[in-house]
Structure formats: C-alpha cells, structure tokens
C-alpha cells in the first residue's frame, strides 16, 4: 500500500508528464553518438538551444567573488540587486522603462506560472489558452491551481490565425468563469513573433473581457527571422492591474537548468499574494548573483544576443534545407527553437490514435522524439513540433533523414 493522499495518488496514477517526456528521460541514456551510437536516440521533442553553450559557460564562470549574502535568506522573490538589474536588463525587449518592485524572480516560468494564476484564480476557473500551445501550460496551471484550460483552437486552414471571434467563442462556451487569457509570443511550437497589429487585438479583446491577459514572452530575444518582436509591455502607457509578463532565463539564455523565472507586474496585490508563496518557488541566491553580473554587462549581452540569434537563424535554416530536400512540409518559423511540421498527408486515418501510432512508429523507426501535436493541443492531428535547436545542426539533418526513411517506408 502506498499509503498517499487523495492528491499524491493521483500524482501517481496521472503524472503530469506526458508520454513523449517520459520515452525521452527514457532514451537519454543511449543518446547517439557518430562513432560510439551512430544510430541512438535523437531527441527533438525539448525546447533547449544547445548551441550557444560556449558562449554562456565563460562568462557564467566568470563570477567567482561570491559575497556572504548569497549564503543567506534574502527576499524569496528575488534580491534588490538582482531585480535592479532586471529592470534595467528586461527593457531591451519590452519597449518600456521597469520598476525594480514591478519585478518578482522564481524558479523558472513554469514557477511563475503556476504562482501567479494561483494567486489571479480559484480552482474550477477556467484560463484561455490559444492552440497549437506550449505543452507545459496544462500541468503549470491544472496540476496544483486545479484550473481548467480552456483551449482556443485555431485552425490549419487559416494559417492558425487566432481572431477575437474565436476567443468570444471559447469565452462564451468555457461553462465557468473565465480569469484570464494566456497568450504567448514568440509563440511555442509554431514560432511565430505577432506584430503589432495582432497583439493590439489581443490586448484590446482581454480589456474588453475584463480578464487578466498574462504574456509568456519567454522567447523574446530567440528572434532569427524578420518579423520584429513586440512586447504587450509597450502597448500601453502602463500594464495596468491585468496585464502581467513573464520570461525567464531558460529560452534566451539557454539556462532552463538554472531556474530562474521572472514576472513583471504593476498590480501590487498579485506581487504581495505572490511573494506569500515565493519561499516554495525561489530561485538560488547563487543563481541571481551569477545571472546579475551577467545582464549587467551590456556589451557582452549585446554580442551574445547578436551571436545566438545568428546560430539559431543558421540552424533553422540548415533544417529547413533537410525538411524540403526530404520532402517533409512544414510551417516557416521566425523565432524560438522549433517549428511544426504537417504529417497529415502520413496518417492512417486522420484522427488522434493516427497521430499517436505515426509517432510511435517514428519513435521506433527513427529513434527520433518529435512533440506529437496532441501534447501541443492543436485542434486537429498530423502536426509534429521538431525543436532544431536542441542538437547539433548535423544531427538535426540526419534526424530529418532518418525520419523520411521511416515515412517513405
Ligand atoms: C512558452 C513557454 N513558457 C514557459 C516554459 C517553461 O520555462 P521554464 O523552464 O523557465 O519553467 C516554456 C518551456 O518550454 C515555454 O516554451
């Protein structure tokens, strides 16, 4: 007998983690290898740039003069200095001068996530979340808050244009109250950066709902293409009570293993609901002493943002080049690590068990992890999330190769 609670069990018997997670963690032990394993795992299932690790490693190592406060209990959303130099850092991509105390830093977005809807909702409310989406957001938001995502499907044929007449939809047929609209860009899987046209509707169309609009600008800076980011930030002449930010060092800085999440809000009660839970989601004192010294060299992020987003835009290139030579479609993407490709035309049947056997089968063939759209709750099945920038560019090539034989087969 496992002896649980009601809640624990249910950790247990649903975990949170989705099955193409769980074959990742699974497969990393045989990863391959050109000479070692030139037929091991491939994993492009995980948003991660591993390409500009040598870029960070040097300056991350840089800080050694560790002072004796970092040893200490500090303010668990974060410490002055390190939130000065966020404010001072952040506006790069949001357009707009910060406050220090509009700041608030967490163990990573999902953190912030999961701190900040439990502090704008009650379990049982519902939260808009336009689809294709980030995986992630249905554990952050309906594991512990105990909220329901209400999905905004948008559709292949129109591009997956998200309109305000698909959000009054989904608001009017939620069935429970609805607190807020997650809206993310750079979006995740598509990577697609909303000009500033779009964001306007989506600000407007959540001021107009009377909901909280939180945006998930957590690839702000992983631009490659030539649409320009815009920031919801820069919208308005202030965020106001219901507009909240969140980025984090994970996407841009390529450090998701630091966990290290920030919030930007100017409502002071959500910052003061937050910080009661802060000390359960805190970032290291170590970790913002090491990212403080790091954004506060200005020349040095400039070449390292100059620097990634050139690696980014090469690699995505050079596996675009290996989707068409392979005849695999896909949808152009500007920004972020991944795009989707269409494996429509591959399916059995166009349903869900069709897509979920097309993965399997590429899975097992290829010994390739591609995010099934299921997990990315696109309204319909064939679409596959690929993250290029999770491999070398080579090995994202022959993962490209590998998965045409399987489909060809
Ligand atoms: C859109 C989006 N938001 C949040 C996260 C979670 O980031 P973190 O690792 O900082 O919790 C991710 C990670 O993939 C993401 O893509």
């Not at 074959?23 to 290898?33: N, T, V």
């Not at 993250?387 to 590998?402: E, G, K, Y």
């Amino acid at each position: 007998m496992s002896d649980l609670s009601r809640r624990g069990q249910r950790l247990i018997e649903s975990p949170p983690a989705a099955e193409y997670l769980r074959e990742h963690f699974a497969r990393s032990a045989a990863p391959y290898d050109p000479e070692l394993r030139p037929d091991g795992y491939i994993p492009l299932c995980v948003a991660e740039n591993k390409l500009v690790g040598d870029l960070l490693l040097p300056e991350i190592g840089k800080a050694r003069q560790i002072p004796a406060q970092a040893l200490s209990y500090d303010q668990m959303i974060g410490s002055r200095p390190f939130r000065e130099a966020l404010a001072g850092f952040l506006p790069r991509f949001t357009g707009r001068a910060l406050r220090p105390e509009h700041v608030a830093v967490l163990a990573g977005a999902g953190s912030v996530l999961e701190l900040l809807f439990h502090v704008i909702a009650d379990p049982g409310d519902g939260v808009l979340v336009p689809t294709p989406s980030y995986a992630g957001f249905w554990p952050d938001l309906e594991t512990r808050d105990e909220l329901c995502i209400v999905p905004v499907h948008t559709r292949a044929s129109t591009g997956f244009r998200l309109t305000p007449e698909l959000l009054d939809a989904a608001l009017g047929s939620a069935g429970r109250p609805v607190r807020a609209l997650l809206f993310t860009s750079p979006d995740n899987p598509m990577g697609r950066v909303y000009s500033r046209t779009e964001l306007e509707a989506v600000v407007s169309w959540a001021e107009r709902a009377g909901v909280h609009l939180v945006m998930d600008e957590i690839y702000a800076l992983s631009v490659f293409g030539p649409t320009p980011f815009v920031s919801a930030a820069s919208l308005r002449p202030s965020l106001g009570e219901r507009v909240h930010l969140v980025w984090a060092f994970s996407k841009d800085f390529a450090a998701s293993g630091l966990r290290a999440g920030v919030l930007v809000s100017e409502n002071a009660a959500v910052l003061a609901a937050v910080d009661g839970l802060a000390y359960w989601a805190c970032c290291s004192g170590h970790t913002q002493l090491v990212l403080g010294e790091m954004i506060a060299d200005a020349a040095w992020v400039d070449g390292y943002v100059a620097a990634m987003r050139h690696r980014l835009g090469e690699a995505y290139r050079q596996v675009a080049a290996a989707l068409t030579a392979s005849g695999i479609p896909f949808l152009a993407s500007d920004a972020g690590f991944f795009l989707l490709v269409d494996l429509r035309s591959y399916l059995e049947a166009r349903s869900w068990e069709a897509e979920a056997q097309l993965w399997r089968r590429l899975l097992d063939g290829a010994n390739v992890n591609l995010t099934p759209g299921s997990a990315c709750r696109i309204g319909e099945p064939g679409f596959m999330r690929l993250c290029f920038a999770a491999v070398p560019s080579q090995t994202a090539a022959l993962a490209v190769d590998r998965l045409a034989r399987v489909l060809r087969a």
